[in-house]
């Protein structure tokens, strides 16, 4: 399982359940990174998508214990989940928010890919900071691009301890 996630210059990751920022660049190597693949998220982050519909031509699981919808599977514990999940190549499986399911998730995610922004969103939802985790170290690491006049690098951060669900 990896998680995908855009942080901000403080590892902010959200503000107000919305996205810190609109980078075009970051949203379509979003797209074209999850699109045919499982996409696992909080009930927050899936509100938080237009109309709070689920995400097109991908497998939405949501973890919830009030959301009650058929386009997606719904998942009422972390236990349901791995269940639910374990029908899924590990490798087609990605974490995709928001700061709840991150954090819980994250010691099962065998790789983050980190957009990083150079710039300071005022979050008020935090990314964990993965320089400072002792399991966790930078692995590749993009030069920098400029989208939507933000600077952006695209780096992978790959976990030494996995744990298994
Ligand atoms: N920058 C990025 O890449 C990125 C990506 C995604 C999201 N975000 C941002 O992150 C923010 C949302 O994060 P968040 O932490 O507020 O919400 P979240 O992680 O999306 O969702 C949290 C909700 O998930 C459910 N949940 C979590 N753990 C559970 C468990 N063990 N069992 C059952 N249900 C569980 C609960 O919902 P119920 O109350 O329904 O049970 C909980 O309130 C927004 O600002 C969003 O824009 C940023």
Same mark, same amino acid.
């Given at each position: 399982?990896?998680?995908?996630?855009?942080?901000?210059?403080?590892? #902010?990751?959200?503000?107000?359940?919305?996205?810190?920022?609109?980078?075009?660049?970051?949203? =379509?190597?979003?797209?074209?990174?999850?699109?045919?693949?499982? +996409?696992?998220? %909080?009930?927050? !982050?899936? =509100?938080?998508?237009?109309?709070?519909?689920?995400? =097109?031509?991908?497998?939405?699981?949501?973890?919830?214990?009030?959301?009650?919808?058929?386009?997606?599977?719904?998942?009422?514990? &972390?236990?349901?989940?791995?269940?639910?999940?374990?029908?899924?190549?590990?490798?087609? +499986?990605?974490?995709? %928010?928001?700061?709840?399911? *991150?954090?819980?998730?994250?010691? *099962?995610?065998?790789? +983050? &890919?980190?957009?990083?922004?150079?710039?300071? %969103?005022?979050?008020?939802?935090?990314?964990?900071?993965?320089? =400072?985790?002792?399991?966790?170290?930078?692995?590749?690491?993009?030069?920098?691009?400029?989208?939507? #006049?933000?600077?952006?690098?695209? !780096?992978? *951060?790959?976990?030494?301890? +996995?744990?298994?669900?």
């Amino acid at each position: 399982m990896k998680a995908i996630v855009a942080v901000d210059k403080n590892w #902010g990751i959200g503000k107000n359940n919305d996205l810190l920022f609109s980078i075009p660049e970051d949203m =379509k190597f979003f797209r074209q990174t999850t699109l045919g693949k499982v +996409v696992v998220m %909080g009930s927050n !982050t899936l =509100k938080s998508f237009p109309n709070g519909n689920p995400l =097109k031509n991908r497998t939405n699981v949501v973890l919830s214990k009030r959301v009650k919808r058929d386009d997606c599977i719904v998942a009422t514990s &972390l236990e349901e989940l791995f269940i639910k999940i374990k029908e899924f190549d590990d490798s087609e +499986v990605f974490v995709i %928010g928001g700061a709840m399911l *991150y954090k819980t998730l994250l010691p *099962y995610c065998e790789e +983050v &890919l980190v957009t990083k922004v150079n710039a300071d %969103g005022d979050a008020d939802v935090f990314f964990e900071n993965l320089d =400072k985790l002792p399991n966790w170290s930078l692995f590749s690491e993009s030069d920098s691009l400029i989208s939507n #006049g933000k600077t952006i690098k695209f !780096t992978v *951060y790959k976990n030494h301890s +996995v744990q298994t669900f």
